[in-house]
């Protein structure tokens, strides 16, 4: 599942594709973008906010999320794609390579000046230069919501997803239903930072240090398995902002007791 982590390593690979080429294909492929033509114009940069991915191009930018599903891949030109072709919904293409993403979601183009109605909605990131463990803390003390609730709303911190709420929480030993107003959001912040950045560079992610498949997590994706830290056997139940919005959570009962 992309996370923040994953949206950085695309941002840099496609940087690296990108930057600094004159676009000689372009093609989004969704309603709203269709007619939007690119080429001749030079790619300037791309980075990541939270799980947003910015495509800097002459004064545009190309906003993509990844969602659930999606992907940026980086071709030589003519290459064949590794993905479907229907899935595809953007072509930014440069004399030595083609960037192609797939089923991403929230395409849009504006003025680079106006990213801001995109992304400034978000709290501070762990993985940006400007990164503000304090501002994140401050944003999520004055959440009343269950904490993984407050942990995956973006506008507290952008970057951490589903299976970062679930690990962190169970690191920090807080039942995912803990108010976060309640919860020592400082010693989360911290951690979860420390989480994020040690993945940032990695291709499979992993909590418990090791790396191992069907070692690398503590409780996500483990329901009725013993707890690696316990043997309590872990849980499972869904909760969300909003009814669309419930994501599966995860936790062992012992090591992350509900506070009364
Ligand atoms: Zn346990």
């Known amino acids: 599942m992309p996370e923040g982590d994953t949206v950085f390593r695309a941002a840099h690979r496609l940087h690296a594709a990108l930057a600094g080429h004159e676009v000689v294909r372009f093609d989004l492929r969704v309603p709203q973008a269709a007619t939007v033509d690119l080429r001749g114009e030079t790619v300037r940069s791309v980075i990541p906010r939270g799980k947003h991915l910015l495509a800097r191009i002459g004064g545009l930018t190309l906003h ?7 992907e940026w891949h980086v071709y030589p030109p003519g290459a064949r794609w590794r993905r479907p072709a229907h899935t595809v919904r953007a072509i930014v293409g440069v004399a030595t ?3 192609v993403g797939f089923d991403l979601a929230m395409i849009d183009v504006v003025p680079t000046e106006r990213e801001d109605d995109l992304v400034g909605h978000l709290g501070p990131d762990p993985l940006a230069a400007d990164w503000d463990a304090v501002e994140a803390a401050r944003r999520l003390a004055l959440d009343d919501r269950p904490v993984h609730v407050a942990l995956l709303d973006q506008r507290n911190v952008a970057g951490f997803g589903n299976v970062y709420a679930n690990e962190l929480l169970f690191v920090r030993g807080l039942a995912p239903t ?3 107003s309640s919860a020592d959001v400082a010693a989360l912040v911290e951690t979860g930072v420390r989480m994020i950045r040690a993945n940032r560079d990695r291709a499979a992610r992993t909590f418990t240090g090791e790396d191992r498949r069907g ?3 503590w409780v996500y994706g483990r329901a009725g398995a013993p707890c690696r830290r316990c043997g309590t056997l872990v849980r499972e139940t869904s909760l969300g902002a909003a009814p669309t919005a419930e994501r599966n959570v995860f936790w062992c009962p012992r090591c992350q007791p509900a506070s009364l």
């Open 178 to 180: 803990t108010p976060a």
């Open 97 to 99: 390579a083609d960037a």
């Open 64 to 70: 993509s999320h990844l969602k659930m599903e999606g």
């Open 215 to 217: 070692r690398r997590m």
